[in-house]
């Protein structure tokens, strides 16, 4: 068995040919796949990471974008620690979906669940379709945080996944914490109950 | 000399150097043989050393000698091969130009006499000359072998576009004429005429066609296959197989052809081809599915009813709400559709991979793996994988509904049998989760299982444990409650009753789904993988990955019966043992030794409570299963060590007093002990260290259990102790404070 504290499940999605592959592939295994062909189903990674001194094992799973094979997808998302929701930034109807895919995620995910909105290739600068305070404000307005990559190039791919795994280190750490706090407390007030109650 | 005396002295010295001369020569004489035996060997030693002086030098000589031999023979040597390679260059330039000459005659002599073959193979071989290399060295050479050179070219180039064309030509003719024999005849020549790819795509094309023709056939024997026929239910299935295994037997039966004349390497562009009348075939089977089991149709209904569930609304009605039962026979199709044509996947993909590793001298490891790529990616993304995919998608959707649908009905119709601990919902609900993940089992699909291992903790985790909450949440009925009190003036005893066996029955139920929970991991564990043997790893980690969702499951159940114990506990146990307990703290326990002596003929206390202890496990014991049974006395001793300290801390004891509780506890003790299978020694350690300081003789008598070799585990701490012991009336409470610990 492999030795870490916490394990976190990512699912990635969002429309076709936004880069959901690419961004795993190069945060994964840092290679940036050239004509990489449609997923169909979903693709499974594994990736090991260490944030102030605790190990954590993220499970990634990278779905299909295609809407034929969404009904596979949707059963993922329930035990999702983390949501990433992709777009392209030279793709508008990419960006324009975004609202229908909140829906969906609505139905199947609990309010814990964390999500990120990322807005990918923004390597593409001639081609860019959604200016940065664009994507930015949508995903204020949603609660998301917010984050431009370019996997072609590698910028910002792992501040995804550091940005993410922070927050449900700190979400799961509290309730670690809160845990044991919680039976040690109530040890104490046991015994202290037990003396003190009846003298 | 002037006197005799000086004579005298004279003499004697002379005297005593003849002496000394004498003793010497004598020395020296005896020293005469060795001498001349040093000078012997010497002497001989002499004339072998110039013995070997001779044979040196000759053997420099020879060395001398044989070197420049040497130097001269592989001079020669070296000669000889740069002559030896030149002669094979040229016995090669030999033969190509005798090739040349063979070919030129034979091609032409053949095309006369329509030998094809041996025309095909003239070209071949002139295709593989060293057309460059011939001419360039023929620039230095005379005239007329440079024309001999060039006229050959030019006839052999002429000679193979004549033969191409005749190639195609008798290849069209042939194919018109539907003439097997002779199309099999040119397709074998297509490679040695440089035509290979455009060999392989108009066979292809041919036997595409052919698989177009009987899947015509098959096509319209569907179409018109009513209900009557046994088979109707797989019709779909079976006409995908039919396809598949035409498929499979032209890719079969051509395979060593292709290998043995175009080589290694081609199997992938043949099959290639002929996947694209597969794919043609096999969509229009899948659509003619969809249609004809008004897929889109139920899928509809199913998105209305599932949004119906989700927001219910009075004013909708679902007439046609059809029975998830009738969907049995559909959903085992779709499985079946997909595990044929998983079968046909890894046939294809097994025939390119043996055709690839084929090749000799493969370039690199990289290219080949490139190549492999390439192939997956075709093969998993042609057109009839991502339609499958795409039903799989619509399969996991159906068997979803199917199963919540029945799950529910499972749990409407939960229904307590008398003799049995558990109500018929463990096992209605686990044979249907059983039946699903079986049934996505059979389509052999990684995501579909995946899928369907999801929607099963889902479930679980939702509905079903939703049903033993909301169960557990009206608590168990007991009478101490104030709000069940109230509650069960309202209600009769007959249905109090009810709710208590329904209570603990939930428990049982919970206790029982974990344990299937874990069995049904571990049985699928074994068969995926046995199933997904030949799977990719990473494909048999998403599987189990899946599959270890249902550990959470597990857990979220856990949780749940420890919810229901704590129930239990605070509705039922804790009010009557603390009921029981509260009777101790207003018996006097300051009693004197006659007092003491007394109570072993009339007990005070132990004997009714332990009774009182021993009903309440027998009420519950024949309700609860085994391993509730277990967890229910823990519970039981807990609670009553606890409460029991509490009644203790209130009494005021003399030493008689503490030797009673000492004598109690035991007894305690004891009883607990015969009713579990652990020890319950550990839950009474408190207890049993309090009745020892109670019992304590005197102050000093602490010691020996305090700080001494024989010292206890203290769980009591020094001023827990120290508390205690002021529970002693007859101790100093000075003294007690002042007790170093």
Redesign the interface.
């Known amino acids: 068995m492999d030795d870490y504290k916490f394990l976190f499940k990512v699912v990635l999605i969002g429309e076709a040919g936004v880069g959901k592959t690419c961004l795993v592939r190069r945060f994964c295994q840092g290679v940036f796949p050239i004509g990489q062909?449609?997923t169909?189903?979903?693709?499974?990674?594994?990736k090991n990471l260490e944030i102030n001194g605790d190990k954590i094992k993220l499970?990634i799973w990278d779905t299909a974008g295609q809407e034929?094979?969404?009904?596979?997808t949707q059963?993922?998302y329930?035990?999702a620690n983390a949501i990433i929701i992709v777009y392209d930034v030279s793709n508008q109807p990419s960006f324009d979906r975004l609202p229908e895919w909140l829906r969906e995620l609505k139905?199947h995910i609990n309010e814990k669940v964390v999500v990120i909105l990322v807005g990918n290739k923004c390597d593409l600068t001639e081609g860019r379709e959604i200016p940065y305070h664009i994507g930015e404000s949508f995903a204020q307005r949603h609660n998301m945080k917010f984050i431009e990559t370019s996997a072609k190039e590698s910028a910002n791919v792992e501040q995804i996944f550091q940005e993410l795994s922070t927050t449900l280190l700190k979400q799961a750490n509290q309730i670690f914490e809160t845990n044991r706090k919680d039976t040690k407390t109530l040890k104490n007030d046991?015994q202290s109950n037990?003396?003190y109650?009846?003298? | 000399m002037d006197s005799i005396d000086d004579l005298k002295k004279e003499y004697d010295s002379l005297f005593e150097r003849e002496k000394k001369v004498d003793e010497e020569l004598q020395h020296l004489l005896n020293n005469q043989s060795i001498n001349e035996n040093k000078f012997h060997s010497i002497k001989s030693v002499c004339q072998s050393i110039q013995l070997i002086f001779k044979d040196s030098q000759n053997l420099s000589n020879m060395i001398n000698f044989t070197s420049n031999l040497a130097d001269n023979v592989s001079n020669k040597v070296r000669q000889l091969d740069v002559a030896k390679g030149r002669v094979s260059s040229c016995i090669k330039r030999v033969t190509d130009i005798l090739d040349l000459k063979a070919c030129t005659d034979g091609v032409t002599e053949a095309l006369n006499e329509e030998d094809y073959e041996t025309a095909a193979n003239h070209i071949h071989k002139y295709l593989s000359l060293d057309k460059d290399s011939l001419r360039l060295k023929s620039v230095t050479t005379d005239l007329a072998e440079k024309n001999f050179l060039d006229q050959s070219f030019n006839l052999l180039q002429e000679s193979k576009n004549k033969l191409q064309a005749i190639v195609n030509d008798k290849y069209d003719q042939a194919l018109k004429a539907n003439d097997v024999p002779q199309m099999e005849r040119f397709f074998k020549i297509f490679p040695l005429i440089g035509l290979a790819e455009s060999g392989i795509e108009k066979f292809s094309n041919y036997l595409c066609a052919q698989i177009n023709q009987s899947a015509d056939k098959n096509f319209n024997v569907l179409i018109v296959t009513d209900r009557s026929d046994e088979r109707w239910s797989v019709m779909f299935a079976d006409s995908l197989i039919l396809l598949f295994e035409r498929v499979a037997r032209v890719i079969e039966a051509y395979q060593p052809v292709i290998e043995a004349s175009y080589g290694y390497g081609k199997i992938f562009l043949f099959v290639k081809n002929i996947q694209k009348e597969c794919d043609k075939q096999s969509v229009r089977i899948l659509n003619k599915f969809k249609e004809a089991r008004q897929l889109n149709n139920i899928l509809r209904n199913i998105q209305l009813m599932s949004n119906f569930n989700r927001n219910p609304n009075p004013g909708q009605k679902f007439e046609d709400k059809f029975d998830p039962r009738d969907l049995d026979e559909l959903l085992t199709e779709i499985t079946l559709i997909s595990a044929r044509s998983e079968l046909y996947k890894n046939f294809i993909t097994k025939s390119i991979m043996t055709d690839l590793n084929g090749i000799q001298n493969q370039n690199t490891a990289e290219s080949l793996k490139t190549k492999i790529n390439q192939v997956n990616s075709f093969i998993n993304s042609c057109d009839l994988q991502c339609a499958i995919q795409e039903l799989i998608g619509q399969y996991s959707l159906l068997e979803n509904f199917f199963m919540t649908e029945n799950i529910n009905k499972a749990i409407q119709m939960d229904t307590i049998t008398k003799d049995s601990l558990t109500s018929s919902v463990v096992d209605d609900v686990f044979f249907i989760i059983k039946k699903c993940i079986k049934r996505s089992l059979v389509s052999d699909n990684v995501d579909g299982c995946c899928a369907m291992f999801n929607n099963c903790s889902t479930v679980l985790e939702s509905i079903y444990k939703d049903h033993f909450y909301s169960k557990l949440k009206l608590g168990y009925p007991s009478g101490f409650d104030l709000t069940q009190a109230i509650k069960s003036r309202f209600q009769n005893s007959e249905q109090i009753e009810k709710q208590k066996v329904y209570f603990l029955v939930t428990l049982n139920n919970i206790e029982k789904s974990i344990e299937c929970v874990t069995m049904i991991k571990k049985s699928f564990e074994d068969y995926i993988s046995k199933l997904f043997n030949q799977e990719t790893q990473s494909s048999k980690d998403k599987l189990n990955t899946c599959l270890n969702d249902l550990n959470s499951v597990g857990n979220r159940l856990k949780e749940l019966l420890e919810y229901g114990f704590n129930q239990l506990n605070s509705n039922e146990i804790r009010p009557r043992i603390k009921q029981w307990c509260e009777q101790y703290s207003v018996l006097n326990h300051k009693i004197t030794e006659d007092e003491f002596n007394q109570n072993d003929s009339n007990d005070p206390f132990i004997q009714n409570f332990v009774k009182n202890l021993d009903q309440m496990l027998n009420s519950l014991k024949d309700s609860l299963s085994e391993k509730n049974k277990e967890t229910f006395t823990s519970l039981l001793a807990s609670e009553t060590a606890i409460l029991l300290e509490k009644s203790i801390l209130k009494c005021s004891f003399s030493k008689y007093g503490g030797v009673q509780l000492d004598k109690e506890i035991r007894f305690l003790i004891n009883y607990l002990t015969s009713q579990t299978s652990w020890s319950t020694r550990e839950k009474f350690a408190r207890l049993s260290q309090i009745s020892i300081l109670l019992s304590l003789e005197n102050l000093n008598e602490l010691f020996e259990y305090w700080n001494s070799p024989l010292a206890i585990t203290w769980r009591l701490t020094p001023n827990e102790i120290r508390q205690l012991l002021l529970l002693r009336s007859d101790f100093k409470a000075e003294e007690v404070r002042n007790l170093k610990l």
Do not use: E, H, M, P
């Not at chain 1, 189903?41 to 594994?46: R, S, T």
């Open positions: 062909a449609a169909i189903g979903v693709d499974f990674l594994i499970q034929r094979f969404r009904t596979i059963s993922y329930r035990s139905q046991i037990k003396i109650n009846c003298c």
